[in-house]
């Protein structure tokens, strides 16, 4: 059963940083991450991704200021580090993997930024 785990939320003044974890078990293939991100009212929005080449990609939004990134020991482990945070990034951040053509989301992780 693949299991997909998010962690490292929180509140945090603008101008500040954060890192999200994320932890794919219960599978051995390699995998694709990808960060999504959800403010209210609104749609669910792509903002970063990671292959297994490893090639990523940002949205424009969080360019320069987020980086994605794969943990050394354990390849479907993936981290977001977010610098120079604005209160626009304010949103549930959620991991996502797609295996064998099955996506599996976390469950979501609240980040808050206060201007």
């Known amino acids: 059963q693949v299991q997909v785990v998010e962690s490292g939320g929180g509140l945090v003044q603008a101008g500040g940083s954060l890192r999200l974890s994320c932890a794919v078990s219960g599978t051995a293939i390699r995998l694709d991450m990808y960060w999504y991100r959800q403010a209210p009212g609104n749609q669910r929005e792509l903002v970063a991704m990671?292959?297994?080449?490893?090639?990523?990609?940002y949205a424009d939004s969080v360019k320069g200021r987020f980086t994605i990134s794969r943990d050394i020991n354990h390849f479907n482990t993936v981290y977001l580090q977010m610098n120079s945070l604005k209160p626009e990034d304010t949103a549930v951040y959620y991991c996502?993997?797609?295996?064998?053509?099955?996506?599996?989301w976390g469950q979501g992780t609240q980040v808050t930024v206060s201007s």
């Open positions: 990671i292959s297994t080449g490893p090639d990523t990609n």
């Open positions: 996502n993997t797609v295996r064998l053509g099955k996506n599996y």
